[in-house]
Structures are given as C-alpha cells and as structure tokens.
C-alpha cells in the first residue's frame, strides 16, 4: 500500500478566487498569489492518485491566520474524506490564536473521523511553535481523542523559499519536550532535526516523532532517505510528496532512487503509515 502523507486540497470556490483570498491573508499571498503556483482540489488529488498508483493520501487545508476560514476547509476536507472514504484521510487544521474557537474546532473535527491535525504553520498564523502554553488547550484534544500532530518544519540554513518559516530545529525541540507524550510528524524531514538523532538525548526524546519527505526533492539529495534511516530508524520515514507542489509519481520515482532496501522502501512508502494512521485506513472510520 503507497501513501502520501503530505498533499494540500482547497475548496473549488477559493481556487477559482485566489486574488481575493491573497489580499485577505499575506501568509496566503506568498504562497499562491503567482497564478502559476499549483493548487488542487480532492477531484483533482484523487485524479493524480489513480494515474500514480498512490492508494491513499493525508491531505490538509491551508492555515489561515481566518478561523473562519479554516473552519470552511475543514469543512471541504471532511467532505472529501467522505466522499473518498479510505483513501482520502484529512488533519483538522488549527489556529491556535483562535483560543476556545480553535479547541471547539479541533474537537469538531476529532469526532468527524480527522485522525490528526495539522499542518501546523507558526510562522504564517503569526505564533511560534515553542510557544507551548499557546497550544496546550489543543493538545489536551489531541489526548483525549488519540490524535497526532504534524506540523511545518524548516532547515536553519540553505536556500531561501517561500514558505520555509522559522519553524527549525531548536523550536521543534522545545515543542517535542513539551509534547512527548504526543505521536508528532514533523514535514520536510523536520528541518535536520533527524540528523540531532545522532545525540543520544534527543534520540531518546524523539520516540514518538515522525519525518515527513515532503518536497524532498527541492531540499535533498535522494540519499536523505537511507541516511535518516540509518540515524533515526527506517519505521520513523513517512514518504510524501507536497502534492500539487510535487507530482506525486516525480517523488514516488525520486524515493525508489534513493537507495532503502527494499523492506525500508516498502515502510516508507506506506508500512509507518499504516501503522500511524491505524483505524483511519478504514472506510468504517469515517
């Protein structure tokens, strides 16, 4: 079984209107204000699955600074997960800004069949990740209804991009000491945070965290994929693709390259995810 643990989906509606949404949310405007920067609706995720051999995909909407708007595309996600059920599984996203409204959406979304939220973006919602009394009233949901957390990371040096954030190693410790009772995917193989797996201390304290390999290709050599499953384990790599970022056959070509064997390759493509996502996979769930 192939998942993808990374994709993006709008509403229709919000793509066929992206310059209005652009002067309502800047963190919108870097990202999708260019008319050549891809965005897909779950019609068209579920097309690239069928053509690319991908039995399921995690999808997410876009993080709004708007909890009224994060509240519609929760909405859009829940629908898609409903329509395709088993092979659309959708993550609640969050303003945690938002207080008691976020907490009360994010419970909304437990009880819809949302395995997880995310993914979390701080530096476009304007807080920081190591603010953790912020998130806090949220995770408490998270506990009480088994969610995992994923959230946007992003490497301290390297090139600019948009949309890279600030979310880089030192913040995403402070908020796994935090939440270490937690399971957290931490996407774009967390910022390098893997490689700090090398230091007993924070191998220890990363047990229950996950590297996504969202938009690897714009960010590593293929041999990412064996080095963190040497460091960090081969049962810790999610494959995702960033989709409609990166098409998702490209990074299903990319990830056969890089060199797993063929028990690695088959945990990354789909085993870790199984196992992470549990009772979401069913169609029942939902």
Known sequence: MIVDFHTHIFPPEIIAAREQYALR?????ELYSNPRAKMADATE??????????DCSVTFPFGWSDPGLIEDCNSYVIEAMRHYRGRVIGLAAAQPLAGARAVAEVERCAKAGMPGIGELMPH????????????EPIAEVARAHDLFVLTHTSEPIGHRYAGKGN????????FVHAFGDLRIVASHWGGGYPFYELMPE?????????????ASLYLYRPEIFAIVAQIAGPEK???ASDFPLLGQRRMLDYTRAAGLSDKD?????????????GNALSPEHI
């Open 237 to 239: 790599i999610l494959w």
């Open 25 to 29: 949310d800047p963190w919108f405007a």
């Open 265 to 277: 390759l088959a945990l990354a493509l789909g085993g870790n995810a199984v196992t992470l996502l």
């Open 202 to 214: 924070v191998h220890a304290s990363a047990a229950q965290v996950w590297y996504d390999s969202a």
């Open 45 to 54: 995720l579920v097309a690239s699955m069928d053509a690319d051999g991908v």
């Open 124 to 135: 476009g919602q304007g807080y920081r990740l190591s603010n953790t009394k912020l998130f």
């Open 167 to 174: 979310v880089t190693p030192d913040e995403f410790q402070v």
